[in-house]
T-cell receptor, first 111, second 112 residues
């Protein structure tokens, strides 16, 4: 079953607002990944994080690998309508190669 | 474009039938993964292959099977199909088993 707790489940925001979402686990992860999925399409990799404390940006997106290695955060600044979609966190644990996914955050941006 | 190719994009069939979904991984990727995503659900890991060998199994039903061929493409076989098997099936690939996975656009399977 899922071992990543992703929150919030959904967000409704106005265009131009900043967005924050996070992912937590009771287990330690070696790698954190953030994906975005548009309706009817496959998830697209946004950001990959490999070290505790790492902060990585991709345009208006910024993600952080938590110091405890049990959490990660994704921030989107100055949201635009095309940011609409489902954002998934995912991680590789310290053993094994199975990628664990969060349940996703559904983001709606009102123009 | 992720570089992962899945065919067909859509598949409509009836209960009791058998279908085969195909996946070509990104050039150079040795690991292939299959996921199932039902309506408004998250991604459920089914199975992983690495360089032709099964590496990990998730929540894959006994009616489902997969294989990875010497040219690294993979097929997911679904048999004795039931209405509940209707879902999006995604293939993903990565160079090794612990690196970021890149997803194809999926096959939408509809069972009538």
């Amino acid at each position: 079953g899922q071992q990543l707790n992703q929150s919030p489940q959904s967000m409704f925001i106005q265009e131009g607002e900043d967005v924050s979402m996070n992912c937590t686990s009771s287990s330690i992860f070696n790698t954190w990944l953030w994906y975005k999925q548009d309706p009817g399409e496959g998830p697209v990799l946004l950001i990959a994080l490999y070290k505790a404390g790492e902060l990585t940006s991709n345009g208006r997106l910024t993600a952080q690998f938590g110091i405890t290695r049990k959490d990660s955060f994704l921030n989107i600044s100055a949201s635009i309508p095309s940011d609409v979609g489902i954002y998934f966190c995912a991680g590789y644990r310290t053993s094994g190669s199975r990628l664990t996914f969060g349940e996703g955050t559904q983001l709606t941006v009102n123009p | 474009d992720s570089g992962v190719t899945q065919t067909p994009k859509h598949l409509i069939t009836a209960t009791g039938q058998r279908v085969t979904l195909r996946c070509s991984p990104r050039s150079g990727d040795l690991s292939v993964y299959w996921y199932q995503q039902s309506l408004d659900q998250g991604l459920q890991f089914l199975i992983q292959y690495y360089n032709g060998e099964e590496r990990a199994k998730g929540n894959i039903l006994e009616r489902f099977s997969a294989q990875q061929f010497p040219d690294l493409h993979s097929e997911l076989n679904l048999s004795s199909l039931e209405l509940g098997d209707s879902a999006l099936y995604f293939c993903a690939s990565s160079p090794r088993g612990d690196q970021p996975q890149h997803f194809g656009d999926g096959t939408r399977l509809s069972i009538l």
